[in-house]
Structure formats: C-alpha cells, structure tokens
C-alpha cells in the first residue's frame, strides 16, 4: 500500500512539475504512449541482434 501512496506522489509531482515548467507545450499522452511504444521495440530488436 504504501508503494502506491508512494508512486501517485510521485506521479502527481512529476506532472505538476513538467506542467509548470513547459507549460502548454507537454506533450499529449498518446505522444508519450508512441515514444514509449518505439523505444520498448528498438531495444528488443537491440536484445535480439546482441544475442545472434
């Protein structure tokens, strides 16, 4: 229990913090789910090559 309390503090700081300082230029979250998606996949493709 308390890791979530922990990680929603962290979330909700990390959000605030990011709104405050780029303001209306943050990214949308389907941009962020894209960017994740990509960098997910060009590692495993990295993993997959490195193991060859």
Do not use: C, D, H, Q
Not at 19 to 34: D, E, I, N, Q, T
Not at 40 to 49: C, D, H, M, P, W
């Amino acid at each position: 229990m308390r890791y979530r309390i922990l990680g929603f503090a962290v979330w909700k700081g990390g959000t605030w913090y990011l709104r405050r300082r780029y303001g209306r230029w943050l990214p949308s979250r389907k941009m962020v789910a894209a960017g994740v998606v990509l960098v997910t996949v060009a590692a495993l493709a990295a993993k997959g090559r490195e193991e060859e």
